[in-house]
T-cell receptor, first 115, second 114 residues
Framework: NAGVTQTPKFRILKIGQSMTLQCAQD?????MYWYRQDPGMGLKLIYY???????DKGEVPNGYNVSRSTTEDFPLRLELAAPSQTSVYFC??????????????FGEGSWLTVV | AQSVSQHNHHVILSEAASLELGCNYS??????LFWYVQYPGQHLQLLLK??????LVKGIKGFEAEFIKSKFSFNLRKPSVQWSDTAEYFC????????????FGKGTKLSVKP
């Protein structure tokens, strides 16, 4: 059981370049999330999705885009990379249901540096 | 705005010492509460969670946390730490107790000296 899989694990981008962080989960979870983790700061939610075809902005969505064409995949796109986007990115997923013990499962993280 | 406060940025302990990491949140309604741990170079893993019922929650690796509603707190404890507990610990709150956004604290780095 692979859980939540993120790629790439490390990437260096030049300012203005674009890239996509891939995220896939094999647990048939409806809910998926993208967080960023900056040094000395808590995790901040970028975007989330409650199901295929539905996405919503989180706390820090500017500079990012997402899509959710399938239940399994939730890619995060950076269109014009900026140094402020240097961070560690975590994808996560969870099952629906308020009382189902819906733990959120995290991927291993993607370290992105914009220079 | 809803927020989660972790009082200590970095805690240094010797092996066998007792641990308590503070976590307070600002939301007056129903909440789901979590503690996650991130070992060096690894992803976030769930330590324990509270949804309802007994406010003293037991987690993995000997950790426990107590939900005190009147104090809006969910402190993490362990009676005797080990070197392998060296990691960063994140408290997280889901306001409303429903599926949706988690709000994370800034994290507390724990260093355990052998």
């Amino acid at each position: 059981n692979a859980g939540v899989t993120q790629t790439p694990k490390f990437r260096i981008l030049k300012i203005g370049q674009s890239m996509t962080l891939q995220c896939a989960q094999d647990m048939n979870h409806n809910y998926m999330y993208w967080y960023r983790q900056d040094p000395g700061m808590g995790l901040k939610l970028i975007y989330y999705s409650v199901g295929a075809g539905i996405t919503d902005k989180g706390e820090v969505p500017n500079g990012y885009n997402v899509s959710r064409s399938t239940t399994e995949d939730f890619p995060l796109r950076l269109e014009l990379a900026a140094p402020s986007q240097t961070s560690v990115y975590f994808c996560a997923s969870s099952a629906p249901g308020t009382f189902s013990g819906n733990t959120i499962y995290f991927g291993e993280g993607s370290w992105l540096t914009v220079v | 705005a809803q927020s989660v406060s972790q009082h200590n940025h970095h805690v240094i302990l010797s092996e066998a010492a007792s641990l308590e990491l503070g976590c307070n949140y600002s939301y007056g309604g129903t909440v789901n509460l979590f503690w996650y741990v991130q070992y060096p170079g690894q992803h976030l893993q769930l330590l324990l969670k509270y949804f309802s019922g007994d406010p003293l929650v037991k987690g993995i690796k000997g950790f426990e946390a107590e939900f005190i509603k009147s104090k809006f707190s969910f402190n993490l404890r362990k009676p005797s730490v080990q070197w392998s507990d060296t990691a960063e610990y994140f408290c997280a709150v889901r306001p409303g107790g429903s599926q949706g956004n988690l709000i994370f604290g800034k994290g507390t780095k724990l260093s355990v000296k052998p």
